[in-house]
């Protein structure tokens, strides 16, 4: 089993940025594939970024381009998504996702094990 916490979420105004981090631990954290998604009120979940064992390979939301960076330090068992010219639709409950398989991609049905989510709140 893998456990995963999330942190660095707040109220930040738009513009702003904000870095998640995400602590995985239970199983050898460079054979996670790593992904954010994030679920805005009354919104369904959806894919924000993903990065593959080493950090060699990563997709982005399109959306998002630009704007978030995930990177990983497989040394510190940690992932993180690093949020800059923040906008009041950002806001939302960012989770942390883990995947056994070399590769998930953008679907969270790939992945096998969640956070408890962190808040990100934007204001105007």
């Known amino acids: 089993q893998v456990q995963l916490v999330e942190s660095g979420g707040g109220l930040v105004q738009a513009g702003g940025s904000l870095r998640l981090s995400c602590v995985a631990s239970?199983?050898?954290?460079?054979?996670?594939?790593m992904g954010w998604f994030r679920q805005a009120p009354g919104k369904e979940r959806e894919f924000v970024a993903v990065?593959?064992?080493?950090?060699?390979?990563?997709e982005y939301a399109d959306s998002l381009k630009g704007r978030f960076t995930i990177s990983r330090d497989n040394a510190k068992n940690t992932v993180y998504l690093q949020m800059n010219s923040l906008k009041p639709e950002d806001t939302a409950v960012y989770y942390c996702?883990?995947?056994?398989?070399?590769?998930?991609?953008?679907?969270?049905?790939?992945?096998?094990?969640w956070g408890q989510g962190t808040q990100v709140t934007v204001s105007s």
């Open positions: 239970g199983r050898t954290f460079s054979r996670l594939t």
């Open positions: 990065t593959s064992w080493i950090g060699s390979r990563t």
């Open positions: 996702a883990a995947a056994r398989t070399p590769w998930a991609g953008a679907s969270d049905s790939a992945f096998d094990y």
